[in-house]
């Protein structure tokens, strides 16, 4: 029985950062309002500094609970998708079984991703089922990056908000589900998207915190979030577009017969341009980001979520989603709801 | 596209550049205000309008619009 995705439900943290706010900060900004436009963010949310992305993720998972009225014994594993884990071991998945009254007999694990995260999971979450004879699998996706940004990195607080979705895949007897994959890493380009300092190969120390100036006047530290933007628009648009037909080829199937494309919602400006390269109608093309930011491995699922409830996916349709992002790493995927 | 053609079309997707301000010659990153999305507009244009994808040392490596289309130029090939 093939596996399809049967609910999801998103949290966001309260407090909210308007453009308003970032041109506060950023005064000198505010010459280039125009072009800040074209990334598509007008606030987005960010977490308080004791809150994790677990937290975040207990709060979504509850969330899918309650609106779908599903029961916490049902869930017979359980994967926690996240750049910023509560404790180098054990996992984050383990924590949130026991908040989530899930029951002993669910697995659950951590893995780490970023943007392309929602789309592996929709992978592994397949398999797990189709292959495993698993029924529900619970994916958290969830984002607590801005709590890694530099406070003078004006670029990725622009960017970047912080959220948390929770999915449940399961199964059904129909012979449409979630579709093949077209899956890819470079990890050549590792650094493009990194926090050099902080993990085994490279202990926190004194130079952690030393401020280095990008060229484009982004300040950042070896301890804080670091993304190319050039590098990185550069990858999307060489690697978006390329899985996409590698996977239409895949599935034997044209363009147009895509019914909707959610891409990870790293920015607007980088999504218009996907599309107009893949000569897509704008309206076939979903995007929600304008109040929630680049939420990481959780915007793809928040935009379905948004999608649907306006009526813009719907059951039987056929809806591409890809992400990529941090690793480098991609991952496209076709689901029928 | 012709280099002229180039360079006003460039200016017209830069919003916050005065009319005029863009020719073959310009020093692109000196124009006022210059920022890193500036970098995007040029290379999502480049991509769309000439199917070549600039990267990074591109950009870093050129000074005029007339170097730009250079490398576009030798990149078509």
């Known amino acids: 029985m093939p596996a399809y995705i049967k609910a999801i439900s998103y949290h966001l943290p309260e407090n909210v950062f308007s453009n308003d706010d970032f041109f506060k900060a ?33 709060e979504a998972g509850k969330a899918l ?3 779908h009225d599903i029961k916490p014994e049902e869930i017979d594993f359980l994967l926690f998708c996240a750049l910023e884990f509560d404790y180098p071991f054990p996992t984050s998945a383990s924590i949130i079984q026991e908040k989530l009254n899930i029951p002993t007999t669910c697995g659950a694990t951590d893995y780490n991703l970023g943007c392309s995260g929602f789309v592996y999971g929709l992978g592994m979450a397949k398999g797990m089922i189709e292959s495993l004879g698993l029924k529900n699998v619970l994916l958290i996706t969830s984002s607590t990056l801005t709590k890694t940004i530099h406070d003078k990195d004006r670029s990725s607080r622009f960017v970047f908000g912080d959220g948390a979705a929770a999915t449940l895949i399961s199964n059904r007897e129909t012979d ?32 952690s915190y030393l401020e280095n100036e990008t060229e484009n006047g982004n300040i950042s530290t070896n301890a804080n979030f670091y993304m190319e933007g050039v590098g990185v628009f550069h990858f999307g648009l060489k690697t978006v577009p390329a899985m996409v037909n590698d996977l239409l080829l895949k599935e034997q199937l044209n363009i147009d017969e895509i019914d909707l494309f959610v891409f990870h919602q790293a920015n607007l400006f980088l999504i218009n341009t996907i599309r107009t390269k893949l000569k897509i109608s704008e309206e076939k ?17 928040i935009a379905l979520y948004e999608a649907i409830k306006a009526g813009k996916a719907k059951p039987g349709q056929k809806i591409l989603l890809a992400g990529f992002g941090v690793g480098l790493s991609w991952s496209a995927t076709i689901i029928r709801l | 596209m012709s280099i002229e053609e180039f360079a006003t079309q460039l200016e017209s997707e830069f919003e916050d550049v005065e009319p005029g301000t863009i020719t073959p010659d310009t020093n692109y990153k000196k124009v006022n205000g210059w920022s890193s999305m500036h970098s995007l507009i040029i290379i999502a244009f480049v991509d769309v309008n000439f199917n070549v994808i600039l990267n990074g040392s591109d950009i870093k490596s050129s000074e005029t619009i007339r170097d730009l289309y250079s490398i576009i130029l030798e990149k078509s090939k």
Do not use: C, Q, W
């Open chain 1, 26 to 58: 950023f005064p000198e900004s505010i010459l280039h309002r125009d072009n800040y436009m074209k990334i598509g963010v007008k606030e987005r949310r960010i977490v308080e500094k004791n809150i994790t992305a677990s937290d975040l993720g207990i």
């Open chain 1, 65 to 67: 609970f309650k609106e």
């Open chain 1, 176 to 207: 449409e589900g979630i579709s093949s994959f077209v899956f890819g890493t470079d990890g050549k380009m590792a650094e493009k998207i990194i926090i050099k300092d902080g993990g085994a190969r490279n202990p926190i120390s004194e130079t």
């Open chain 1, 285 to 301: 093309v979903f995007n929600y980001m304008e109040l929630v930011g680049n939420t990481v491995s959780a915007t793809i699922p």
